[in-house]
């Protein structure tokens, strides 16, 4: 193919892109994404073929969730030399502005890759350090029905589809993967990442004060931290954000890496691209402390996205945040103040070369205890760990390492599980305990929380590890225990719960994840000390205020804004309230709602305040609502559907407080499968004569042969 379409737009005496001294014979299969601030930012996706790299101007750049079909727009042949090029075209030339080399890789036709172009339709599959998996380019019809210049870049469903609203790519993975520079440090000329470590001598572990020689050791039990409702005040504390994630020590060699689970399970091939990143750390024997987590577009951690990547190998980028190093270069360094270790571990990350982003520093902040807590919670973060900053390192829980939680979370033993109901597959409840010596527990059930592979993947795993006896000291009786199957307590999950009643029962549980990294004996009742007047020295201090809690609330997976708004005055009942009695109802409610078109009752501001009936929606949906078209007199309009229970949590989020289905489901809307008779009875009708029109319906309805049910209304029934 001719470059002559792409030399005549450039000025090679001005820019420093390639000029092309040739196209190259053969067929190559090079990959690239260019991330291009022009005129304006947009992302350039370019396959080699036929000896050039052929090339579209993608504006919002790809995406990794087939719904979000991307406009790509074919543009001239670039040479296979703009395959390494990163930098800045000057300003007035032909695409002026700074290009980063956002992703490289290579890239696989599925089909003739010529055939495909030339009929419209590429399919293909990438394997770039951030694109994977299958996508295609489907050309557009032109004004006159000819082929266009447009395209639209399509991301196939497969094992890397994620949606869009979870995670985006461009997004989550800004850095050029050459030099890991930013755009701006780009156009401002600054070196790359990786050419130079910093000056200065190699750090000494030797010289770290109680460090001492010795063998590398196989494996150290992680140090486990101590709840406590208030973070500790004074000086003489370090205080980092609290992860979610799984506990790892990772162990390098003379260039071998090992990564071992907080129970000492190998896990190197779950995190295969953390191990191969922890090989540029200029070491030759370490042992490290940290956490590897997913993390979403605003920095909290996504620990269901990480349960992806422990199932399929596959997923979203694992981040591996570094918060401690316990073993250097022949040295043992349990015994050295934190401070100390902290120091060298940051100085060693800071001269590892190249950078990978899946390797971080976990940074800290000294003092200030409630502060940190405050904005941590703000961030919708878990919560904080706070370490004596002169403390050696214990590998057993101690008052050094202290975490405070914005929300109240747990470990729990599953002992048993009850049968879905509705449509709900899999399994409607799990029961849940805890340890007390050698007894476990019971603490409630938890049934919200689950998605369909959670469903699928748990109802698998319960029903292989059932018995007859349940597990439970204390077995919930009666009504309580109907239904139940019970099961050997080997399985650990942890879950986010409002509080512990009375009762000793988990108040709102919400599913949270599995956690393999836990033995089941190994699952007690955390229970909050008092850490706040704690000091350094050991010595009591005075008192701290009560936390602020964080506005920024999730149900189900739907950010709620203004959690704490009255939506019904008179009973004192918040959005947040209602969202979580929702998602407690789910099961029970669902069947009667999902697949219908609806006619809602919205009240933004409250029950008492200007509430309006919408039956037709416009573009602006939660992420979780769709629209059905439907025919009517005056045209075709759009209703709302919901699929789940992130669907009911979104109407709640809207404002909505009375909810109408229709009695039909969509793709049969004319063959409905609910009858309802509404007894609206007039002023001057009494309750008694209500309830004899309603048996007497009933009686009428036993003689068709149709069984009738008692439904009270959302209004005054």
């Known amino acids: 193919m001719s470059l002559r379409e792409y030399r005549r737009k450039r000025d090679f005496s001005r820019t420093a892109e390639p000029q092309g001294q040739r196209t190259a014979a053969g067929s190559g299969n090079l990959y690239i994404v260019h991330k291009h601030a022009a005129t304006r930012l947009h992302y350039d996706l370019r396959l080699e073929l036929d000896g050039v790299l052929k090339s579209w101007a993608v504006p919002k750049g790809p995406s990794l969730d087939p719904a979000e079909k991307r406009l790509a727009v074919q543009v001239e042949d670039h040479p296979l030399e703009y395959g390494s090029f990163e930098g800045t075209i000057p300003k007035h030339e032909y695409g002026g502005g700074t290009v980063m080399l956002w992703d490289r890789g290579t890239w696989e036709p599925e089909g003739d890759p010529a055939e495909g172009l030339a009929a419209g339709k590429l399919s293909f599959r990438l394997h770039g350090e951030k694109l994977r998996g299958s996508w295609a380019l489907v050309q557009m019809k032109g004004r006159e029905g000819g082929p266009s210049k447009n395209w639209l870049l399509i991301k196939h469903r497969d094992e890397e589809t994620v949606a869009e609203n979870r995670y985006a790519i461009v997004e989550e993975l800004p850095l050029s993967v050459l030099t890991h520079r930013t755009l701006e440090e780009i156009t401002a000329g600054k070196a790359g990442a990786d050419p130079q470590p910093p000056p200065g001598p190699e750090p000494d572990p030797g010289k770290l004060s109680r460090s001492r020689k010795g063998p590398l050791p196989k494996f150290v039990k992680p140090q486990p931290a101590t709840l406590v409702d208030e973070p500790p005040a004074g000086d003489g504390w370090l205080h980092e954000i609290k992860l979610d994630g799984y506990r790892i020590i990772a162990t390098i060699n003379d260039g071998g890496v090992v990564l071992l689970s907080r129970r000492g399970r190998d896990w190197t091939g779950k995190f295969s691209e953390v191990a191969e990143a922890l090989r540029n750390l200029p070491v030759r024997q370490a042992v490290l402390d940290g956490e590897i987590v997913v993390l979403r577009p605003d920095g909290t951690t996504d620990f269901q996205a990480l349960q992806e990547i422990m199932r399929n190998g596959r997923g979203k980028m694992a981040v591996f945040y570094l918060f401690d190093l316990l073993y250097c270069n022949g040295y043992d360094l349990r015994r050295t103040p934190l401070t100390e270790r902290k120091n060298l571990l940051r100085a060693l990350l800071e001269r590892m070369r190249p950078v990978r982003e899946n390797i971080r520093y976990s940074d800290h902040i000294e003092s200030g205890g409630r502060e940190v807590y405050r904005h941590a919670c703000l961030l919708a973060a878990e919560g904080i760990v706070s370490k004596q900053a002169a403390a050696p390192y214990e590998q057993k829980r101690s008052r050094s390492w202290l975490k405070t939680k914005c929300l109240h979370r747990q470990e729990m033993v599953v002992g048993g599980w009850t049968e879905p109901g509705g449509s709900r597959p899999g399994f409607g409840a799990l029961l849940l305990g805890y340890y007390e010596g050698d007894d476990l527990i019971y603490a409630g059930r938890v049934g919200t929380g689950f998605d369909r592979g959670d469903l699928r993947r748990l109802s698998d795993r319960v029903r292989q590890i059932g018995q007859d006896e349940p597990p439970f000291r204390n077995p919930p009786s009666g009504v309580e225990a109907r239904g139940v199957h019970w099961v050997r307590p080997e399985l650990v999950v942890e879950v986010a719960f409002r509080e512990w009643t009375r009762e000793n029962i988990l108040r709102q549980a919400a599913f949270k994840g599995v956690r393999e990294d836990k033995a089941a004996g190994e699952v007690v009742k955390e229970v909050p000390g008092s850490g706040g007047g704690v000091k350094a020295t050991g010595e009591r201090g005075g008192p701290v205020p009560a936390r602020k809690h964080s506005r920024r609330v999730l149900v189900e997976g739907v950010q709620l804004s203004n959690p704490d708004k009255i939506l019904y005055p008179e009973q004192n009942i918040s959005k947040l309230a ?53 025919t009517e007199k005056d045209g075709t309009r759009d209703y709302a559907v919901i699929d789940d229970v992130r669907g009911l949590v979104s109407l709640v989020q809207m404002g909505v407080l009375e909810i109408h289905p229709w009695g039909s489901r969509e793709g049969n809307l004319e063959k409905p499968d609910l009858l309802t008779f509404d007894l609206d009875p007039g002023p001057e009708v009494g309750w008694p004569e209500v309830i004899a029109g309603a048996r007497l319906l009933r009686s009428r309805l036993e003689k068709l042969g149709l069984k009738s049910f008692v439904k009270t209304s959302g209004g005054k029934g």
């Open 578 to 630: 209602l969202a979580e009695f929702y998602a407690a109802i789910a099961d029970f409610i669902l069947p009667h709602v999902v697949r219908r078109p609806l006619t809602l009752l919205r009240c933004p501001e409250g029950r008492q305040e200007g509430c309006f009936y919408q039956k037709h929606l416009g573009e602006s949906l939660p992420a979780a609502l769709r629209t059905i078209p439907i």
